[in-house]
């Protein structure tokens, strides 16, 4: 198999599959955010209706789901700001590589501050 | 009477040359600068909201319709969901409807896709827009133990 080129944004390596990951993880945010407008707009129809419907949100499988939600938005946000300094930052191009792990980089941090105090909130006793 | 050859149009020499003259319109451009300025927009709104909503007190297990009568009472947290909810959708419409283009290479497949999810869209913008503007925090009738307690101040 032919080696992709030198030199290229967006075609092999760490240029390509960060904008898949993107690509992947920005549908998966969007059709969650079409369903997460759906139950909390059953505050409309009654107190009971949306606190039954929001208690699926508590389990531990919809809880490891919400871990995953938010290692998506998480790296999309990252990636985002990464993309746009690509586009408007001068050496943006030169650097798209090394920013990419220090998207990762930061991508760790936040998911080690996040993911313990969730974790413990969906597995922790006391509910 | 006849025109002198002074008022004849002479193109110039320093006008712009154009290879093309555009008949579309800037739109994929305004696209691109939108996801970009919204992109940011979003990310301080979206990580507030799961910094209140997942991280603070007991996090999800907080979330009921009390907590969100308690949130939606106040100006700032329907201010915050409603641009929330209005560029999120934007941006995320605007991506699927970029990945449409991209891999449904038949008109008519691309023309169903982007239908739904224009229908999607209208659907989701102006359900959650109506109802962050109709929300009854203290409905009439309802169990007290379920509301908040900004309704019995």
């Not at chain 1, 549908?27 to 606190?51: M, Q």
């Not at chain 2, 949130?71 to 605007?94: C, E, I, R, Y």
């Not at chain 2, 023309?111 to 869209?121: C, D, E, M, Q, R």
Request: hydrophobic content about 50%; aromatic content about 14%.
């Amino acid at each position: 198999m032919p080696e992709a080129p030198g030199g290229t944004l967006y075609r092999g390596r760490e240029g390509m599959w960060s904008w898949v990951a993107h690509r992947v993880t920005g549908v998966l945010i969007f059709f969650f955010l079409l369903v997460h407008v759906l139950d909390t707009s059953l505050v409309r129809v009654s107190p009971e209706a949306y606190n039954v419907v929001i208690s699926a949100y508590k389990t531990p499988i919809m809880g490891l789901g919400e871990a995953g939600l938010v290692a998506a938005i998480v790296f999309h946000a990252f990636n985002g700001v990464r993309v746009i300094l690509v586009d408007y930052w001068s050496k943006g191009p030169r650097y798209h590589r090394v920013m990419l792990y220090v998207v990762l980089g930061l991508f760790v941090v936040t998911m080690a501050g996040f993911l313990p105090r969730h974790l413990m909130n969906v597995f922790g006793g006391g509910h | 009477m006849t025109t002198t050859p002074s008022a004849q149009v002479i193109p110039s020499p320093r006008d712009p040359y154009a290879r093309r003259k555009t008949t579309r319109g800037n739109y994929e451009l305004y696209s691109w600068v939108f996801m970009r300025a919204s992109g940011v927009l979003l990310i301080v709104l979206i990580f507030g909201h799961l910094f209140v909503n997942l991280m603070v007190g007991e996090g999800v297990h907080r979330i009921d319709f009390a907590f969100v009568g308690g949130k939606w009472t106040s100006p700032f947290w329907q201010v915050w969901d409603l641009l929330m909810l209005w560029l999120a959708m934007f941006h995320g419409t605007n991506g699927v409807r970029t990945i449409i283009n991209d891999y449904a290479s038949r008109d008519l497949t691309r023309g169903i896709l982007k239908t739904l999810l224009y229908l999607a869209f209208v659907i989701t913008v102006a359900l959650g827009t109506l109802v962050i503007f109709t929300f009854e925090p203290c409905p009439a009738n309802a169990d007290p133990a379920l509301l908040a307690s900004i309704c019995f101040e």
